[in-house]
């Protein structure tokens, strides 16, 4: 027991030294960094402020819940975990900050990304069975005793699924312009180090009904030398199952960006279009959380059993697991970047492009076992930036 305890204590420091070591190096190089003095350092904006959103394309699986029913849906109703799936787009809003003082090539700046997506599906699947004539003694067509049932129920299949999660990602960062003169003469490349603060969330809950087995079921006895015609049943299935899970990661870790801006077009002063890019890497050290429970029931009315206006239903209750809780530490990698085209006036500036965040092996999206997924968002964005004196 006490060799686990030390090694999670060297595991824990180990995390705090990184961060340590990474906020203390870029204070350290801020700090002491010389000032250069730029002719153009009067009329350049010190404080950047930048606004924007995302549409992304979400990239987060985990295990489909797919009870084990005695009797199998049948294949003319799709099974049910084609409607359980997560949202496929989500949106995202982010803000950002960054303070470059007169006379420096420094910039400090905060950001804070926040998305949410949301998928509600309730699927109604139902065969839709014909009245069936009966004859009450088939041996004698001359009687001509004949009577149409109406069916009272159906093959169905109801899914109802309901998928909802939120992303919190947060950047502290101090960068310096290294001025590398291979992207041109007004280019611009910065290369920041800092700390990224992420964190996911993720609902789900699904429902299910179904009668897999419905039909029409009579039977004849012989009477009086005849075949007669003593009853008609609707034997079914009627099964239930309900499933909930509240998945989490939250962590935080030390990150270094580089980012660069290259005009082709236009001037500073009536307009330039510029080539944007940049790419992120980070480390987070943090943990994944994890509930999950589930249930479901069984009802069968028996074939045969009907006399007299009477039938038999017996009930089946599956036992169900208890609710499995899980929690651990995970170290996470983190691998980005984004491309666009920006115009830029000295106070303000426009950008359009692709963002894409890739967080690898950052939640257990298991039921009974853990079961690792990443957790990626990628798609379109733009942003408006406004520069104040």
Same mark, same amino acid.
């Given at each position: ?144 005793? &004949? ?19 939120? &992303? ?131 009802? &069968? ?71 690792? &997924? ?16």
């Amino acid at each position: 027991m006490s060799e686990l305890i030390q090694k999670n204590d060297s595991r824990a420091t180990i995390r705090w030294k990184l961060l340590a070591s990474a906020s203390a190096l870029t204070l350290i190089a801020y700090v002491s960094s010389p000032n250069l003095a730029k002719a153009e350092d009067a009329d350049r904006p010190s404080i950047w402020i930048e606004l924007g959103g995302q549409l992304s394309r979400l990239e987060d699986n985990s295990e489909f819940f797919a009870p084990n029913f005695p009797t199998p849906r049948p294949s003319v109703l799709e099974p049910s975990q084609k409607f359980e799936k997560p949202p496929f787009f989500g949106f995202e809003e982010d803000g950002k900050i960054s303070l470059q003082p007169k006379n420096s090539d420094w910039v400090l700046s905060a950001s804070l990304r926040y998305g949410r997506a949301l998928k509600n599906s309730h699927v109604q699947q139902q065969t839709k069975p014909a009245a069936t004539r009966f004859n009450f003694y088939p041996t004698m067509p001359s009687a001509g005793q &004949y009577f149409t049932r109406q069916p009272h129920a159906a093959r169905f299949a109801e899914t109802r699924a309901r998928n909802s999660e939120t &992303y919190t990602i947060l950047d502290f960062q101090a960068g310096k312009d290294v001025g590398l003169g291979i992207f041109g003469k007004n280019a611009s490349s910065t290369l920041s180090l800092g700390v990224r603060f992420a964190q996911f969330q993720d609902k789900s809950s699904v429902n299910l009904k179904s009668d897999p087995d419905w039909h029409f079921q009579h039977k004849y006895y012989l009477y009086g030398g005849y075949l007669e015609l003593q009853f008609v049943v609707e034997p079914f299935h009627s099964n239930a199952a309900a499933f909930q899970a509240e998945r989490s990661f939250r962590g935080l870790g030390p990150s270094l960006s580089w980012s660069s801006s290259v005009p082709f077009a236009g001037d500073p002063q009536g307009g330039e279009l510029a080539f944007d890019w940049d790419v992120n890497l980070a480390v987070i050290f943090g943990r994944q959380r994890t509930r999950t429970s589930h249930k479901s029931t069984g009802r &069968y009315q028996s074939p045969g059993t009907y006399f007299n206006g009477k039938h038999a239903l017996v009930t089946t209750s599956y036992r169900a697991p208890p609710p499995q809780t899980r929690s651990r530490n995970v170290t996470v990698p983190n691998v980005g970047g984004s491309v666009g085209l920006s115009w830029q006036l000295p106070n303000f500036k426009m950008r359009l492009g692709y963002r894409a965040d890739f967080f690898f092996g950052a939640m257990d999206g298991g039921i009974e076992t853990p079961k690792t &997924y990443d957790r990626n968002f990628y798609g379109p964005f733009a942003s408006v930036s406004i520069g104040l004196p």
